[in-house]
């Protein structure tokens, strides 16, 4: 039984991400909750005005927040509860799930005062920096019809067996095709030999029938390289593992960008190095 933690403030990013996250339940079965977080800010400005403006926001912010969850466990037929915290938003919602052992935070690329000039908010990405569970994101633009299509993107790690073991177990029940793709620079690329021994020791040990790899090298853009591959193979999610090393930096320091269309539409999957 899945545990997805969603991060509510009303915007449309976030209630397509609570949409989002509903269907995926729908079929994998599970339980959700939704968090919205007070900011210090606002908890402080409240508290130099009126006394009762405050608790008329949180009363108001909860109301709403129960509203939901009663309208997805109606529609979608799975327990739905809620949380209200203050706190600093970039911190919170990460330290809630990894306190209260959550398999999953989905959540919107963007939420209430997003920029245009960015494709993932950052509150989006402290929220993946500090959070120990893989995080989902959403942009406004997508809405969830199975995945068929599941790109996993890799410059080796010893983690990927572990990490593609969790991903297959998470896109089983949708019968996806799972495409591996080691990609590198063509300096440090990874010799043909040494990629089909990882090849046959990662299909031997996941037992999986629908994994295609690939081996690809980019002279000088890695995050476009992925973006040209995903588009390629009609990739309907893309997965990214967060190590210390700095491939995934290496990639979202161009994927917060415009330059990077294909997350404005498709969902983005982290999963990090101590998962």
């Not at 926001?57 to 509203?67: G, T, V």
Request: aromatic residues 12%; glycine residues 4%.
């Amino acid at each position: 039984m899945d545990k997805f933690l969603c991060p509510i403030d009303f915007s449309t990013y976030s209630l397509n991400a609570l949409e989002y996250a509903a269907k995926i339940l729908k079929v994998r079965k599970g339980s959700l909750t939704l968090i919205h977080i007070f900011t210090e800010k606002e908890f402080l400005h409240s508290l130099d005005g009126e006394k009762s403006e405050f608790n008329d926001l949180k009363d108001h912010a909860k109301d709403k927040l129960y509203n939901l969850a009663d309208e997805i466990e109606k529609e979608y037929g799975f327990e739905c509860d809620v949380v209200l915290s203050i706190g600093d938003v970039n911190n919170s919602i990460s330290k809630y799930a990894n306190d209260n052992d959550y398999d999953l935070i989905v959540m919107g690329t963007q939420g209430n005062g997003y920029s245009r000039k960015t494709i993932i908010g950052s509150r989006t990405i402290r929220t993946v920096e500090n959070s120990d569970i893989p995080v989902l994101t959403i942009p406004l633009e997508a809405d969830f019809n199975g995945w068929n299509s599941v790109v996993y993107a890799s410059d080796y790690s010893e983690n990927d067996k572990i990490i593609m073991q969790k991903l297959v177990s998470f896109v089983y029940s949708f019968r996806s095709r799972i495409r591996f793709v080691h990609v590198s620079h063509s300096t440090n690329k990874m010799s043909e030999k040494s990629y089909q021994e990882f090849k046959d020791e990662l299909s031997s040990f996941l037992g999986y029938d629908k994994i295609s790899y690939y081996l690809k090298e980019y002279k000088k853009d890695i995050s476009s390289g992925i973006e040209e591959f995903v588009n390629e193979q009609q990739g309907d999610l893309l997965v990214l593992l967060k190590r210390k090393r700095n491939f995934f930096e290496k990639i979202m320091g161009n994927s917060v960008s415009t330059e990077i269309t294909y997350l404005s539409t498709h969902p983005l999957l982290i999963y990090h190095e101590n998962d």
